[in-house]
């Protein structure tokens, strides 16, 4: 039997891209602002059932999650607009990633680790709110109605490590500077700032839009690094449906960050006088 967790529905953005509204709002505009969107009467989101209040704000998920960056499905974002607490929610329509799925449990939209505050798997979808912070520090603000997003659960300790750790705490975001075929596969190059392309070595890995990847090359002098997706990656992510120059979500391995953490605290000194 189809369970459904919903609340009074958003306003739709139609065709409106929300990229350049949160480039110069502040946090603190943005709570006080008022919606950026009309509420939108052919939506397909309207629903006679009134809201369940005691479901408005979900317990939080304390956990701390983790992911592996294969990702389980692409999921189609249906709606986009502001909350009811003055936040920004994105309404997103998928199968795979609603199965077992629980308010406040954590899933990765291009590699962003949100939480799930509505869900509706008679309607096949769910929703996660989005912070200023998010929107700013993020590729999510390049999103619009009709956008695919990769997707995948937090794992369970059951789930197969399949690709490598990933926190779903974005580092930064890259730059898609080229795109160029090679048979059936597909090089990427990707141009990054310092502060994340430090932790990027050849044949490493790394989190694009929440896929795990290998490096293949870095190349410090143009700031850029490069990798290469094979046929059946292709088919099941979204990076190759970006162009050039588009946002891409960027995670490096966190091991790299551990080990630059215990080298500045002089723990290879102390382990040497030792």
Not at 145 to 172: I, K, W, Y
Not at 260 to 273: M, P, Q, T, W, Y
């Amino acid at each position: 039997m189809a369970v459904s967790l919903s609340r009074t529905p958003q306003p739709c953005v139609g065709q409106i891209s929300i990229m350049n509204k949160f480039h110069t709002i502040s946090s603190k505009t943005l709570r006080s602002f008022n919606p950026l969107f009309k509420p939108c009467t052919q939506t397909l989101f309207l629903s006679s059932q009134k809201p369940k209040t005691n479901l408005q704000y979900p317990p939080r998920n304390t956990m701390r999650c983790l992911f592996t960056g294969i990702v389980e499905e692409m999921g189609q974002v249906k709606q986009l607009g502001t909350a009811q607490n003055g936040g920004f929610d994105m309404k997103i329509g998928a199968k795979t990633v609603l199965e077992g799925v629980h308010l406040g449990d954590s899933i990765a939209v291009n590699g962003t680790c949100l939480t799930v505050t509505e869900f509706d798997t008679q309607l096949s979808d769910f929703t996660v709110g989005l912070s200023p912070e998010t929107l700013r520090k993020t590729s999510l603000i390049e999103l619009e109605s009709g956008s695919l997003v990769n997707l995948e659960r937090a794992v369970q300790p059951t789930s197969r490590m399949g690709g490598h750790f990933v926190q779903g705490h974005v580092d930064g975001t890259g730059e898609i500077v080229s795109m160029e075929p090679e048979g059936d596969s597909l090089w990427i190059k990707v141009k990054a700032s310092k502060e994340v392309l430090k932790y990027v070595v050849p044949k490493g890995f790394i989190a694009v839009d929440g896929t795990s990847l290998t490096v293949v090359d870095v190349f410090d002098k143009e700031e850029c690094f490069n990798f290469m997706l094979v046929a059946y990656t292709q088919q099941n992510v979204v990076i190759p449906l970006k162009k050039v120059g588009s946002k891409v979500n960027l995670e490096v391995d966190i091991l790299g960050k551990y080990v630059e953490r215990l080298l500045s605290s002089g723990f290879v000194e102390s382990i040497k006088s030792s």
